[in-house]
């Protein structure tokens, strides 16, 4: 390789891995919100979803200490990862409950939870930490991340896999990762995956066909509160390492208009999430020379508005 | 793919509807006072502070005779009633013809940065001034409302997230006009210019900013209740809403119903940015906090999308509000909670069968037979 290429390289490298990290929260909510929609369940709460967990992984992971004194140091964030999934999976479970149960209208009932999320969030961030803003005080644990040994022969491959301080990349940009091929596999490999597909499709077919559909529900609503949890968990104990009131800051609702974007398939959901995470990339680095972060914070939503002309567009033509 | 239509958000009637509203009411101040018990040394102080805190005192003593205290307060519940009684009409149009319009918030942004932007540019007298912003906040509210409508007709773009999208597209361009182009390098923070006195609306009410708006409130209530229940266009939308098939087989411009529905609710978001600028902050700082919008929609939902009931809940909503802001200063319960009471109200509304269908039917057996013994006694 000549001088110059290896620099570039390296760069391209770093830009990558900058746009995963900006992606995999948004990766994690899509997945969720991709499942729930195939079932025919839009899942407008993945915003307050992703918040609940990032809260509870936090305030567990930092609290669990003194609840478990006997607990290794390194269990702690991982306990606050379950706390958080679990209480991500409560909320979705009452979603799925008002929408299913209770006969509640499913986008009104989703924009309730999200208002429930941000409201509960900051009001046990001021009963518990005494802040209104953030957790900053608290100095709570990251989830670990996962360095590949042998590759000091390869500088680029250990520039992507093991970061330029040499400690690795978050094991939840693994997961994220694994997800989409895991969901990939889900949908079209498995029984319950077709089983919610063809809810989606045709719900009275479906219940005709004897597929228990409002199981098939209930576990796309739920598979979606855990996924777009782990995005939160993300958030809160990889990407920061504190909670912040609202820091979720839209990421639910790209998360939802990547799935419109990637026309409902997991490898094009995957590909909207990493164009929005590109975007939240590219606004740092114009930020830093001077262009207007604002104008570049429009990009994902007119983008997304693009795609769904584009797409609207297509379908009237054939 | 279609979105869920809004079952809920259709004004409809029974004696089962009728115990909805205030069971749901009951059931999320209750809910709410649970969770408030559980982390507060002092729940039924904070509660009671919630829901008196907006109250004026009336005292009387022998020196001062009569005096009205904490009328400053009581002004702030006027201020907000007008905001959200402005943005519950501004969602309550397009639920009508079943279109999930959540572009109340974008709309209202825009709407008050082209207020202000004309009123420091216009300038000169209230009679040219003042029809001049309101005219720029409405037709910029009507434009921004235009355009998820139109996507939804063209391209059958779900306008849930168009206009999510949009949203956040107005909150930016908001925050890039003030940071870059109206900014007052005087003021030691990102705001505008104070906007001249001539464009401010009159106010009313010493210490507050309740001005002159107030009575644009009913005045906007009856104008959606007209247009919905005597126009061409309300039957249209209103038909749409309730049978989209059938107004579409009787020929209906189905696709001019959904379009005008959302862009004329963009007008009311308008009016709400309108009070925002020219009455209520006077100048708009760059961090105007986005989200005002979804308690619109708390509002629309209340009054289930009735123009009529939509002061009515709006000031309901304005109240807790208020005694929430009481409550913070006065206890250790942070102003949130409301967000969870708002939250829990919208579930235990939109839940259909919270209310057992027996139960209605349950409850006037038992009236009649007490009115009944009450009487034999």
Redesign the interface.
């Known amino acids: 390789m000549s001088a110059v290429a290896m620099p570039m390289a390296a760069m391209g490298v770093t830009v990558l891995v900058a746009v995963l990290r900006n992606a995999t929260p948004i990766i994690f909510a899509a997945l969720g919100g991709l499942i729930s929609d195939l079932a025919g369940s839009i899942n407008v709460a993945l915003e307050g979803l992703m918040l609940i967990a990032a809260f509870f992984g936090v305030i567990v992971s930092v609290h669990a200490a003194q609840w478990f004194p006997g607990l290794a140091p390194w269990m702690l964030p991982w306990l606050g990862c379950l706390a958080g999934l679990a209480m991500a999976l409560v909320l979705a479970a009452v979603l799925a409950l008002f929408h299913l149960e209770l006969g509640a209208d499913l986008i009104v009932a989703g924009i309730a939870i999200n208002l429930l999320a941000a409201g509960l969030t900051v009001f046990l961030l001021v009963a518990i930490v005494g802040d209104k803003g953030s957790t900053a005080g608290l100095n709570s644990p990251s989830l670990p991340s996962l360095r590949m040994p042998g590759l000091a022969g390869l500088p680029l491959l250990d520039l992507l896999f093991n970061g330029e301080d040499g400690r690795g990349q978050h094991v939840l940009i693994y997961a994220a990762l694994a997800g989409v091929a895991a969901v990939a596999l889900f949908l079209s490999r498995t029984r319950w995956g077709t089983w919610i597909r063809a809810v989606g499709e045709n719900r009275d077919a479906a219940l005709a066909a004897g597929i228990p559909v409002k199981r098939m529900q209930y576990t796309a609503l739920l598979l979606s509160g855990l996924l777009a949890g782990l995005g939160g968990i993300y958030l809160s104990m990889g990407y920061l390492t504190l909670f912040q009131a609202n820091m979720t800051a839209g990421r639910g609702f790209l998360a939802l208009a990547a799935i419109f974007l990637g026309r409902r398939r997991p490898a094009g959901t995957f590909a909207a999430a990493v164009l929005f995470g590109a975007t939240a990339s590219m606004a740092a680095w114009l930020g830093a020379r001077h262009i207007d972060t604002q104008l570049v914070y429009m990009l994902p939503p007119l983008v997304t508005i693009a795609a769904l002309v584009v797409a609207g567009a297509r379908r009237r033509r054939s | 793919?279609s979105?869920?239509?809004?079952?809920?958000?259709e004004p409809s009637r029974g004696s089962a509807e009728r115990l909805r509203l205030p069971l749901a009411l009951a059931a999320a101040l209750l809910a709410g006072f649970c969770?408030t018990a559980l982390?507060?040394r002092e729940p039924l102080r904070a509660y009671l502070t919630l829901l008196t805190g907006a109250l004026p005192e009336i005292d009387w003593s022998a020196s001062g005779g009569w005096q009205v205290r904490r009328l400053v307060r009581f002004g702030s519940v006027i201020e907000d009633f007008i905001t959200l009684s402005f943005l519950g009409l501004a969602l309550a149009v397009p639920f009508r013809a079943r279109q999930?319009s959540?572009g109340a918030d974008g709309q209202m942004f825009l709407a008050a940065l082209a207020a202000c932007a004309v009123s420091l540019a216009l300038g000169g007298p209230w009679y040219r001034v003042l029809p001049a912003a309101a005219g720029a906040a409405m037709l910029t509210g009507f434009a921004w409302g235009l355009i998820p409508g139109l996507?939804k007709v063209?391209?059958?773009?779900?306008e849930?997230?168009?206009t999510?999208?949009?949203n956040?597209?107005a909150v930016?361009?908001y925050?890039?006009i003030i940071?870059?182009y109206l900014r007052d390098r005087g003021a030691g923070y990102l705001v505008t210019p104070a906007l001249p006195a001539a464009a401010l609306w009159p106010n009313l009410m010493p210490h507050t900013h309740v001005t002159l708006m107030l009575l644009l409130v009913p005045a906007a209530a009856a104008a959606v209740q007209l247009l919905l229940a005597r126009t061409t266009l309300g039957y249209e939308i209103r038909a749409v809403g309730a049978a989209p098939a059938f107004a579409r087989q009787a020929g209906m411009p189905v696709t001019r119903a959904v379009t005008l529905s959302m862009a004329l609710g963009g007008v009311f978001a308008g009016l709400a940015g309108l009070h925002l600028s020219n009455a209520l902050l006077q100048r708009l700082p760059v961090d105007l906090t986005p989200g005002l919008g979804?308690d619109g929609?708390v509002v629309a939902?209340l009054a289930r999308s009735e123009p009529k009931s939509v002061p009515l809940a709006a000031f309901f909503y304005a109240w807790l509000r208020t005694g929430a802001l009481a409550m913070e200063r006065s206890t250790?319960?942070?102003r949130?909670?409301?967000?969870?009471i708002?939250?829990?109200i919208?579930?235990f509304i939109?839940?259909?069968?919270?209310v057992p269908p027996g139960l209605p039917k349950a409850l006037r057996r038992l009236w009649h037979r007490s009115g009944a013994g009450a009487e034999a006694a």
């Open positions: 793919m979105a869920a239509p809004p079952v809920a958000v969770i982390v507060s999930f959540l996507l063209r391209y059958q773009a779900n849930i997230v168009t999510l999208m949009l956040l597209v930016q361009f925050q890039w940071t870059g979804y929609l939902l250790d319960v942070s949130e909670m409301v967000l969870v708002e939250a829990l919208i579930l939109v839940a259909d069968r919270l």
